[in-house]
Structure formats: structure tokens, C-alpha cells
């Protein structure tokens, strides 16, 4: 075993359905034994006993190809599209990626975001207004494009979304447009925009990223690139905003244009006063 797999763990935090306590214990029980049986590693599924339906799920991989062999098993696969329908998964630690400094910072924003989108208005409302030093520090640290491309073995999250946008339908507006939409697993969706001659039936490429994701039951996301073949950067139409919002969290939006990249945003500031289930 190489010393950097070595203690390599994955933790994932587990909102349960009211009513599916029972069926998620039995998913855990079988994921463990299968990950025992298969060599993968040792999965142990802890409850938070201040919050009766959140679990955590940890992982400790036996090494890397081992997390990533885990990870493209179709009978693991299966287990997880059906943890999917019953809970909301959200990684807080991901071992299957190569050692990435930057990489735990998203991963724990994401996690903040994901609780901010459930946990109610009132927790909301605290999180919501950082002070302006914490956002600029908050900025510096940030995975900026420019730095993402240099990233050694990083994703290239522009560059899928530039080769998303060649596929693009975009007959009546000759507007094309590309998007990337990274999930907490580290899978990459693609999406670009499709018009129909009623117009009103077109969607956006974000959309298309975002729905092909969810159809494969993908609920947790850090990031997504959209580009357009213009001098200033395309943001995503309010639309997608919401969708974006709603299934997405508080993303990091990179966008660009077909040779720079023009800057990264946060969801939640392209969506100030967002409205969303927590006020139904
Ligand atoms: N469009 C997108 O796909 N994403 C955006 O962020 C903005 C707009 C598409 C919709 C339509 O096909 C074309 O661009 C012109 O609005």
C-alpha cells in the first residue's frame, strides 16, 4: 500500500425520509457486509444523536483503487441509487480523490450549504450575511479557474463545458451554450441547450446538466462551468438559478468563454433572497 492511501476514509452525512429509518439501516447492514465481503475497505454507519434521522456513513478504504473499485461496482452502484430515494447524501470527507488541498474547503461549504438549504429559514438567516472580510478571505482561498486548470490531474470543468456547448441546438438563436456540473463524487454531467421551434420549449444548458444528474440519482453538487462564445461571461438565465438553487446548494459557478475564463461566483450571490422549499 502506498503511504498516501494509507487511513484514506470517506464520510458522508445521511439525512433520512421520515418513515425510512428501517430500510436505510437495512441498505447500511448490506452495504457494509458487501464492502467487507468485496475487500473495498470497512464502512460503519454512526447516528447523530442529537438529530434522530441524520447518520454518517464512514468509509475507510483499504486504498485508493480500492475506493475508486467500490465506486464503479454496479452492486454498490445499485445500493447507492436506492439510499438516493430515501435519504439526502451529502460528502463532508472524500477519500476517493487524489490529495487535493483545495478540495476539503468545497467539500465542507458544500456540506454548510446543503444543511443551510434544509435546516430552515430561521439558521438560514444567520449563515446568509457574511461580513465582507470574511468573503474576501473566503475568495483568496477559493478555486479559481485559473488555478483549477493548473491543478495537477484536476478537472477541467471549463473545458467539459466548452465541449458540452459543440453539441448544442441552438437553430433560432445561434446562441450556444455549454455547461459542467460537478457532483460531490467528483462525476462530471454535461449539458447544453436545446431549442425547438415553439421557443418557449427551449432549455438551457445548466438545466440539462442539472436534470441528467439528478436522473442518476445524484443529490450533491459543488460546481458547474457554463460557457458562451462571447466577450462577457454568460450567467445562468433565473431559471436555472432557481434549479440551480434548489437541487444545488450554494455552487461555485465558473464562467467562461471559448479561450478565457471570466470569473467565480457563488449561487447564493447570483441569487440573493433565494425562494425555496423551506417557505412552503
Ligand atoms: N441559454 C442557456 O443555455 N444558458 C444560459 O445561461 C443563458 C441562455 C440559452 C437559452 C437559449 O437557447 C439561448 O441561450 C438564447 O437565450
Not at 108 to 128: M, W, Y
Not at 206 to 231: Q, W
Not at 261 to 272: H, S
Request: glycine share 8%; proline share 4%.
Amino acid at each position: 500500500m502506498a503511504d498516501s492511501d494509507r487511513g484514506r476514509l470517506s464520510v458522508a452525512s445521511i439525512d433520512v425520509l421520515v418513515g425510512q429509518e428501517a430500510a436505510f439501516l437495512a441498505l447500511a447492514r448490506d452495504f457494509e457486509a458487501m464492502i467487507a465481503r468485496k475487500g473495498y475497505g470497512r464502512a460503519e454507519t454512526i447516528r447523530d444523536e442529537a438529530q434522530p434521522l441524520r447518520f454518517y456513513a464512514v468509509r475507510y478504504w483499504t486504498d485508493m483503487a480500492s475506493a475508486q473499485a467500490c465506486h464503479s461496482d454496479a452492486e454498490v452502484q445499485t445500493l447507492t441509487a436506492q439510499l438516493f430515494q430515501i435519504a439526502r447524501v451529502t460528502h463532508v470527507v472524500n477519500g476517493v480523490r487524489r490529495p487535493d488541498p483545495k478540495r476539503p474547503l468545497i467539500d465542507t461549504q458544500r456540506a454548510g450549504s446543503e444543511a443551510d438549504r434544509r435546516v430552515g429559514f430561521e439558521r438560514r438567516g444567520k449563515n446568509i450575511g457574511r461580513t465582507a472580510g470574511d468573503r474576501r478571505a473566503h475568495r483568496d482561498r477559493r478555486l479559481g479557474p485559473r488555478r483549477l486548470r493548473d491543478r495537477p490531474g484536476g478537472v477541467d470543468l471549463v473545458g467539459a463545458a466548452r465541449r458540452a456547448r459543440e453539441n448544442a441546438d441552438a437553430a433560432f438563436s445561434q446562441f450556444k451554450v455549454g455547461a459542467a456540473l460537478e457532483a460531490a463524487d467528483g462525476a462530471i454531467f454535461t449539458g447544453c441547450n436545446i431549442e425547438n421551434s415553439t421557443y418557449g420549449l427551449t432549455i438551457c444548458a445548466e438545466r440539462v446538466a442539472m436534470f441528467k444528474a439528478l436522473s442518476e440519482g445524484h443529490r450533491a453538487f459543488t460546481r458547474i462551468a457554463i460557457v458562451a462564445d462571447t466577450p462577457a461571461p454568460t450567467p445562468p438565465c433565473g431559471a436555472c438559478r432557481q434549479i440551480l438553487w434548489e437541487f444545488g446548494g450554494n455552487l461555485e459557478v465558473e464562467l467562461a468563454n471559448l479561450s478565457e475564463e471570466k470569473g467565480t461566483y457563488r449561487l447564493k450571490d447570483l441569487l440573493p433572497l433565494p425562494f425555496d422549499a423551506r417557505l412552503l
